[in-house]
């Protein structure tokens, strides 16, 4: 009939459309598997071994090939600043109908293998002995195997987990490193492995396992870097597992060189380690030259760290897309475009480093979330890069901040450095990536963490980061730099009677106060005291008037990193608060782009 014949031609025209310009964009939400890890673990208690598992199997799973993420995991437990997070995140993409989430129904490992690979993407197992060497081979067999799971597809084994788990039981041995001639040996494993596997593995994304003795017996943090090995292994890393000893180190760890010896400049180091201080530094020391040259980073090369322990879920956001766009919104300017009052002292707080996907991965320790956000201006710390590397988690708070929410780079403005280390070549390489990353997601202000050298190698190098910076994008707006002599590594000790400083094209430079009136890592650095709040307003108070207005301060912390054992007055929101409400009425609460104006301002004010 006609009616039959036009309904036919209609049905036609519909699926001619689908086809040249694709589904809805409610047919394109992602079907994401969420497994449940917190009570996996409980339920059949697993060992380090068999969590590793798990998080290659996640990074497997979220490979670099695949357009959307596959699956996601509830892993509160090694999540130290935010234990509800990935369930915050589940609720908040499934509102959003970002994410359609399809919960894995067993709490077993086994559950997860074979409810969580529907495409059959592993190939089998790699089995390694981490009892050889009395028990010491697990330093080196482990990351190895690693190595080779997320180069040939493959799960790392145990005989112990083969004999636990019916399901490894039942699949092939692929590789089998157990009775290889090097694998009682760390130096034999690691020449081989450097032969063998590093020629393969990314260039641009480096990690460390951090599992040695004695910190696996000691330092919860080193357990907890466990938790990143999804992203690891979705990127080709290589797994490295080395100690970074020495607060100066002298010499970068042989096996760190050359592990490092060949990655592309501006590479990211992930994962954690014994000592951060000289990891920051054998890492910013290592890597090609842009022509190639192995080893030679002071020739504009090197790389940056990006603390990661604790961090579960990274192959997910960095695969997870943004509703209508490919890149991150950029952080919004909030300026309430007040005028400089010369009698005023100005504060603003700044919450944390800001070189960890850590912290917003837990939205700021939670603290993003919380109902009182916009109440008070913060000025919170975040990286740039992070938008480059994870764009959706970025995205988030590009798109959900609001009035009083201001923003910092820190420490080092696009990635874990210290400045004073650098050669100028290094400088260049770097602030030309942090001047595009700033123009392309804010923000322009920089916290340095105080590792820039002496007054003199400060200004230069401060000078110089700016122009190769303005050249590529833009210049920062303001530098901060903090109390950290107990890094020694080109330490900038600010002078207390001098903490506000001008370059000479007018950026400030604002020290933090340290001694007798300490504003650095609060609340810790209050100490033990009935009355947090009292403390800090009154050392605020008495930087404010021991200074000439109009003045600038800056308060750096109040984030916890871990939610055990906190004190309610000590609550960020509680201690900012009560901490505003008991300030001189002279001292004004700011954000960090409001200080970089008025500040720049003032100095103009006194040059004229």
Same mark, same amino acid.
């Given at each position: 009939?006609?009616?039959?014949?036009?309904?036919?031609?209609?049905?036609?025209?519909?699926?001619?459309?689908?086809?040249?310009?694709?589904?809805?964009?409610?047919?394109?939400?992602?079907?994401?598997?969420?497994?449940?890890?917190?009570?996996?673990?409980?339920?059949?208690?697993?060992?380090?071994?068999?969590?590793?598992?798990?998080?290659?199997?996640?990074?497997?799973?979220?490979?670099?090939?695949?357009?959307?993420?596959?699956?996601?995991?509830?892993?509160?437990?090694?999540?130290?600043?935010?234990?509800?997070?990935?369930?915050?995140?589940?609720?908040?993409?499934?509102?959003?109908?970002?994410?359609?989430?399809?919960?894995?129904?067993?709490?077993?490992?086994?559950?997860?293998?074979?409810?969580?690979?529907?495409?059959?993407?592993?190939?089998?197992?790699?089995?390694?002995?981490?009892?050889?060497?009395?028990?010491?081979?697990?330093?080196?067999?482990?990351?190895?195997?690693?190595?080779?799971?997320?180069?040939?597809?493959?799960?790392?084994?145990?005989? =112990?987990?083969?004999?636990?788990?019916?399901?490894?039981?039942?699949?092939?041995?692929?590789?089998?490193?157990?009775?290889?001639?090097?694998?009682?040996?760390?130096?034999?494993?690691?020449?081989?492995?450097?032969?063998?596997?590093?020629?393969?593995?990314?260039?641009?994304?480096?990690?460390?396992?951090?599992?040695?003795?004695?910190?696996?017996?000691?330092?919860?943090?080193?357990?907890?870097?466990?938790?990143?090995?999804?992203?690891?292994?979705?990127?080709?890393?290589?797994?490295?597992?080395?100690?970074?000893?020495?607060?100066?180190?002298?010499?970068?760890?042989?096996?760190?060189?050359?592990?490092?010896?060949?990655?592309?400049?501006?590479?990211?180091?992930?994962?954690?380690?014994?000592?951060?201080?000289?990891?920051?530094?054998?890492?910013?020391?290592?890597?090609?030259?842009?022509?190639?040259?192995?080893?030679?980073?002071?020739?504009?090369?090197?790389?940056?760290?990006?603390?990661?322990?604790?961090?579960?879920?990274?192959?997910?956001?960095?695969?997870?897309?943004?509703?209508?766009?490919?890149?991150?919104?950029?952080?919004?300017?909030?300026?309430?475009? =007040?005028?400089?009052?010369?009698?005023?002292?100005?504060?603003?707080?700044?919450?944390?480093?800001?070189?960890?996907?850590?912290?917003?991965?837990?939205?700021?320790?939670?603290?993003?979330?919380?109902?009182?956000?916009?109440?008070?201006?913060?000025?919170?710390?975040?990286?740039?890069?992070?938008?480059?590397?994870?764009?959706?988690?970025?995205?988030?708070?590009?798109?959900?901040?609001?009035?009083?929410?201001?923003?910092?780079?820190?420490?080092?403005?696009?990635?874990?450095?210290?400045?004073?280390?650098?050669?100028?070549?290094?400088?260049?390489?770097?602030?030309?990536?942090?001047?595009?990353?700033?123009?392309?997601?804010?923000?322009?202000?920089?916290?340095?963490?105080?590792?820039?050298?002496? =007054?003199?190698?400060?200004?230069?190098?401060?000078?110089?980061?700016?122009?190769?910076?303005?050249?590529?994008?833009?210049?920062?707006?303001?530098?901060?730099?903090?109390?950290?002599?107990?890094?020694?590594?080109?330490?900038?000790?600010?002078?207390?009677?001098?903490?506000?400083?001008?370059?000479?094209?007018?950026?400030?430079?604002?020290?933090?106060?340290?001694?007798?009136?300490?504003?650095?890592?609060?609340?810790?650095?209050?100490?033990?005291?009935?009355?947090?709040?009292?403390?800090?307003?009154?050392?605020?108070?008495?930087?404010?008037?021991?200074?000439?207005?109009?003045?600038?301060?800056?308060?750096?912390?109040?984030?916890?990193?871990?939610?055990?054992?906190?004190?309610?007055?000590?609550?960020?929101?509680?201690?900012?608060?009560?901490?505003?409400?008991?300030?001189?009425?002279?001292?004004?609460?700011?954000?960090?782009?409001?200080?970089?104006?008025?500040?720049?301002?003032?100095?103009?004010?006194?040059?004229?």
């Amino acid at each position: 009939s006609i009616k039959t014949n036009m309904a036919t031609a209609i049905a036609l025209q519909v699926c001619v459309l689908v086809l040249l310009y694709g589904t809805s964009k409610a047919d394109n939400i992602p079907t994401v598997l969420f497994f449940d890890m917190d009570a996996t673990v409980l339920a059949e208690s697993l060992e380090y071994e068999e969590q590793l598992l798990a998080y290659v199997f996640e990074g497997l799973m979220n490979s670099v090939d695949e357009e959307q993420p596959q699956i996601m995991f509830n892993a509160g437990y090694m999540n130290f600043d935010w234990p509800g997070s990935d369930m915050y995140w589940n609720q908040y993409l499934t509102e959003q109908k970002r994410v359609n989430f399809k919960n894995i129904t067993s709490t077993t490992l086994c559950g997860l293998l074979n409810e969580g690979d529907p495409n059959q993407k592993i190939k089998g197992l790699v089995a390694y002995d981490p009892t050889l060497a009395e028990g010491n081979a697990r330093e080196w067999n482990l990351p190895i195997a690693v190595t080779i799971a997320n180069q040939q597809n493959l799960l790392p084994v145990t005989d =112990m987990m083969i004999e636990k788990h019916t399901c490894l039981a039942s699949m092939n041995i692929v590789t089998d490193i157990r009775n290889a001639s090097w694998a009682s040996d760390s130096d034999s494993a690691w020449a081989w492995a450097f032969e063998t596997l590093l020629p393969k593995a990314s260039k641009t994304v480096a990690y460390n396992l951090y599992h040695y003795s004695p910190q696996i017996h000691s330092d919860p943090q080193s357990n907890a870097t466990l938790a990143n090995v999804d992203y690891a292994v979705q990127q080709k890393a290589f797994i490295m597992n080395f100690h970074t000893v020495g607060n100066p180190a002298t010499t970068v760890n042989p096996l760190f060189s050359q592990a490092l010896a060949h990655m592309e400049p501006l590479f990211s180091a992930f994962g954690w380690t014994d000592d951060e201080f000289a990891f920051v530094w054998m890492t910013l020391s290592s890597g090609a030259a842009p022509d190639g040259t192995p080893n030679s980073a002071s020739k504009g090369g090197g790389g940056a760290v990006f603390c990661s322990f604790a961090t579960p879920n990274l192959s997910f956001w960095k695969l997870l897309p943004i509703p209508g766009r490919k890149t991150s919104r950029k952080l919004p300017v909030y300026d309430r475009g =007040m005028s400089l009052d010369k009698t005023k002292s100005y504060v603003m707080l700044e919450t944390n480093e800001g070189d960890t996907p850590r912290i917003v991965v837990s939205a700021f320790s939670k603290s993003w979330t919380d109902p009182r956000r916009g109440t008070l201006p913060v000025s919170w710390a975040i990286d740039p890069a992070l938008g480059e590397q994870f764009p959706a988690l970025f995205d988030y708070f590009a798109s959900t901040a609001g009035a009083n929410d201001s923003f910092v780079s820190g420490p080092g403005g696009c990635g874990y450095v210290y400045y004073g280390n650098l050669s100028d070549a290094q400088i260049k390489t770097f602030a030309a990536r942090c001047g595009r990353l700033m123009q392309q997601y804010g923000p322009a202000i920089i916290d340095t963490y105080g590792q820039t050298g002496d =007054m003199s190698n400060t200004k230069s190098v401060l000078q110089n980061f700016s122009r190769y910076a303005s050249e590529s994008g833009v210049a920062p707006n303001m530098y901060i730099t903090q109390p950290t002599g107990v890094i020694k590594y080109a330490y900038f000790p600010c002078n207390q009677s001098n903490l506000d400083m001008w370059q000479p094209d007018g950026t400030p430079i604002i020290c933090t106060s340290s001694g007798r009136n300490n504003l650095f890592y609060i609340p810790g650095s209050l100490g033990r005291t009935s009355c947090p709040s009292c403390e800090l307003s009154k050392r605020i108070n008495a930087v404010a008037a021991a200074n000439e207005p109009p003045f600038f301060i800056t308060v750096y912390g109040g984030l916890k990193w871990t939610a055990k054992d906190e004190n309610p007055q000590e609550e960020f929101w509680t201690l900012w608060s009560d901490t505003i409400a008991k300030l001189n009425a002279s001292v004004i609460p700011v954000g960090a782009q409001e200080m970089a104006r008025l500040a720049k301002e003032a100095h103009a004010n006194v040059d004229n």
